[in-house]
């Protein structure tokens, strides 16, 4: 499963997998992330070399053309999912992707982990099928948005959203900034070069209100 959906996001093409279940969440996370990263990181290298070879000419005095290889803002990734127990598990999946067991940075884990987490008395009932604890097991906070600055050796939890690589967001906290039409104060400019959307776990997003997911995604 991870082979045949990996080849088919490396290949920047769009996909719609309605097969998702319980079972296979954590088979499906690893994969989007792995891509989002690899993308991230390997856009990130071009920008610097970039940089490096038009420092170069312009000390040599040479002329090398324009290099368009930014946006006008610099998230890229923009990953939509139904509540923090989702948020958490994907950042943590995230770190263990990129970082080596007891190496590397992640900045302000531990504040990430105690406003995405949840408490003992948070756990659903265990007499509930194995569908609802994995979608209600931990923090259903509906209202959030995090931006995650990646680098190879580190992650930057809590980043501004106009200074990170990827944007993790619900429906409804990405609608509180984007605002609606005649809102006086919206910011969505954020969103002007994203070059990758993830959105997973879609069918929940359907009993929440799909119209924060038409405002705020689409």
Known sequence: LQNHLFTIMNGYKDLVFTCHTHDKAEEIRRVYVLHALNHVIKNRS????????????????????????????RPKVLIIM?????????????IKSLLPPGKGEVSHRKRFRKEYGSAEEQKPPGYKPNSYLHIFDGNTDDCFRVGVAVKKTSLRLYTKFYSCDVIIASPLGLRTIIGGE?????????????????????????????????????
Request: glycine fraction near 6%.
């Open 46 to 73: 071009r920008v610097l070399k970039n940089n490096a070879k038009l420092t170069a000419a312009s000390r040599e005095g040479r002329e090398i053309g324009e290099i368009r290889d930014q946006g006008l803002t």
């Open 82 to 94: 139904p509540f923090r127990n989702s948020a958490l598990k994907t950042v943590e999946t995230m």
């Open 182 to 218: 005649g809102d006086k104060e919206r910011d969505f400019d954020f969103l002007s070069s994203l070059e990758i959307v993830i959105i997973d776990q879609t069918d929940i997003f359907l009993m929440q209100n799909w119209d924060h997911v038409m405002v705020g995604v689409v």
